[in-house]
């Protein structure tokens, strides 16, 4: 299976069961960094995939009445609630 066919659930899963195996410390140091380049990769490639999601979300403004969409830009005040 190549890395980009991994959804970001099974890559998240399979991130889990490598730390729990990490944690439990009763690995061969060779599987240990085995386990570890595949952490992160699995990190990796989450982190990727988040990246590619939030460049598709759109924040939706209510302008004159309207609502209107925009691209979501992380230092956009506009889209936050205000206390």
Do not use: R
Not at 36 to 61: N, R, T
């Amino acid at each position: 299976m190549k890395s980009n066919e991994i959804s970001f659930e099974e890559a998240m899963d399979m991130l889990e069961e490598i730390v729990q195996h990490l944690e439990n410390g009763d690995v061969p140091l060779e599987k240990a960094i085995e386990l570890f380049q595949d952490g992160m990769k699995m990190a990796h490639l989450c982190s990727g995939k988040l990246e590619l999601v939030e460049k598709k979300i759109e924040i939706l403004i209510e302008e004159n009445g309207a609502l209107v969409k925009k691209p979501f830009s992380p230092g956009d005040n506009k889209g936050e609630l205000e206390a």
